[in-house]
């Protein structure tokens, strides 16, 4: 376990495994409604399931990437940050059109997940924004 010990590595993994869930559960809920905009015709019970599967290989892998560098101790460069969350987000609102194709809903581009994500990342960057103007920074 190199320096991080067993101890410091088991609380680690606990609060990986935490933030990966809380990020699940959170934005499947929210692109589940903005979803929901979208593809009215879609149950919003099934885009939440819709949403959460898209979600969470997607999480999963970006999760199993983390502890295999940590492991290794290797850092993903800070430049690559940007580039790998694009991806994932791409490969989300890919998933969640394939899933959807299912119900009727046109895959033609831009499919609605690629809408449902545009429209995550401009509500998160909203909130990044608020809260920066908010403390002053």
């Known amino acids: 376990m190199g320096a991080l010990g067993s101890e410091g590595f088991a609380a680690a993994l606990a609060t990986m495994f935490f933030y990966f869930l809380a990020t699940l559960v959170v934005s499947s809920a929210i692109c589940a409604l903005l979803a929901k905009v979208f593809a009215m015709q879609v149950p919003f019970r099934r885009l939440i399931v819709t949403c959460f599967k898209a979600f969470f290989p997607v999480l999963l892998l970006a999760l199993a990437g983390h502890i295999v560098l940590t492991l290794a101790g290797l850092r993903i460069p800070s430049g690559l940050n940007a580039p790998l969350?694009?991806?994932?987000?791409?490969?989300?609102?890919?998933?969640?059109?394939?899933?959807?194709?299912?119900?009727?809903?046109?895959?033609?581009?831009?499919?609605?997940?690629?809408?449902?994500?545009?429209?995550?990342?401009?509500?998160i960057l909203a909130m990044v924004v608020t809260v920066i103007v908010a403390l002053g920074a």
Do not use: E
């Open 85 to 123: 969350a694009l991806a994932g987000d791409c490969a989300v609102g890919w998933l969640i059109t394939r899933d959807l194709k299912a119900y009727g809903v046109p895959a033609k581009f831009p499919g609605v997940g690629a809408k449902v994500m545009t429209c995550y990342q401009a509500l």
